[in-house]
């Protein structure tokens, strides 16, 4: 059964660190781009990051460009979110989800077809 897992959240201090991860089992991540996406409690889904597959392309919203990293290491079928210099606006349950469409642009969630079941990221200040 294919399945997106992510770890790696939890309650930080602002200005603190985290990095997420996305694991796969049941398919390999190789053929797929990955995002991110987050929700907070009250506001819509936004997409955060996104990678492709065949180049490594990435992209970055706005709200986290210069402070968040995602990367993948194709031989361990997970891809990781930095986040450094987190604020409190960062709270939120973040999901990975993996797209057969390349990562271009803005991240859309219509692109993304497996989905994780999201972890809690606390930003206290």
């Known amino acids: 059964q294919e399945q997106l897992v992510e770890f790696g959240g939890g309650l930080v201090h602002s200005g603190g660190s985290l990095r997420l991860s996305c694991a796969a089992s049941g398919f390999t991540l190789d053929y797929y781009s990955i995002g991110w996406f987050r929700q907070a409690p009250g506001k819509e889904r936004e997409g955060v990051s996104c990678i492709s597959s065949s180049d490594g392309s990435t992209y970055y919203a706005d709200s986290v460009k210069g402070r968040f990293t995602i990367s993948r290491g194709n031989a361990k079928n997970t891809v990781w979110l930095q986040m450094n210099s987190l604020k409190p606006e960062d709270t939120a349950v973040y999901y990975c989800?993996?797209?057969?469409?390349?990562?271009?642009?803005?991240?859309?969630?219509?692109?993304?077809?497996?989905w994780g079941q999201g972890t809690q990221v606390t930003v206290s200040l």
């Open positions: 989800a993996a797209s057969y469409s390349i990562c271009s642009g803005p991240v859309e969630a219509f692109h993304y077809y497996y």
